[in-house]
């Protein structure tokens, strides 16, 4: 190998290991960057976090105080929310139309077409129909919704079916006699929602709808009240 072979050799490696050190470089400081720019986008997102969670206690505490504020000015508590207690529990029927079982009334599903959604339908050759709902507890009944049958599909409306409406409470199955209301009627589709509160004090474990002509159709049925 002459001078300048060697010279070019000795070049070529400098300039190779200068770049290496270059790179190396480059890439730490390129590195550093990133977990600075990570470490600031996560301080960020931890104080949004903060922030939010400071913001909704507060408007947590203000909707209490206001509640505060409300009981003591009208000796009740405006902010308890009470539950559907019929939702999903046993029912049963007098008699049943087609597959439209007792069960459907408190199925949940609040559709008013008894073609494309669930509701109760007793036979039409039933002349006092009733319709129960077992709460499997005993209750201070409050209020009873009913959710009346709408228009169907094909156009057919027999909502006005839903009259002279009694609904009755009892402990035992074998006595639900205790009056919670009444709806004379009719129903209308402008008023699909009949809403019936009972006495104070009433109390059941068995709550009964009951009519004395035409089908019983329910497509929801509602009971609050509070556990003894």
Known sequence: MNTLQ????CLTFSLVFLTCIFCQRLYKTDYQQNNILNRESKD???????????ALLKKKTSD?????DKMDAHNENPCYVMSDIALGKPAKQ?????NNIAKYAVDGNRGT?????????TGGGDSNPWWMVDLQAVYYIKT??????????FGIDVSHWLQNVTVTVGVTESNVNTLCGFFPGPGT??????????PTSTKGKFVRISKPTKA?????????GDLL
């Open 6 to 9: 060697f010279k070019t050799t």
């Open 44 to 54: 960020v997102s931890l104080q949004c976090l903060l922030d939010e969670t400071e």
């Open 64 to 68: 209490l105080q206001n509640c505060i």
């Open 94 to 98: 007098s008699s049943t139309f087609n």
């Open 113 to 121: 077409d008894i073609i494309e959604d669930t509701c109760s339908h």
């Open 144 to 153: 009873v919704r009913i959710l009346n049958r709408g228009m169907d599909k």
């Open 189 to 198: 589709l402008a008023q699909l929602l009949v809403v019936i509160d009972c």
């Open 216 to 224: 019983l159709n329910l497509c929801e049925v509602d009971v609050f």
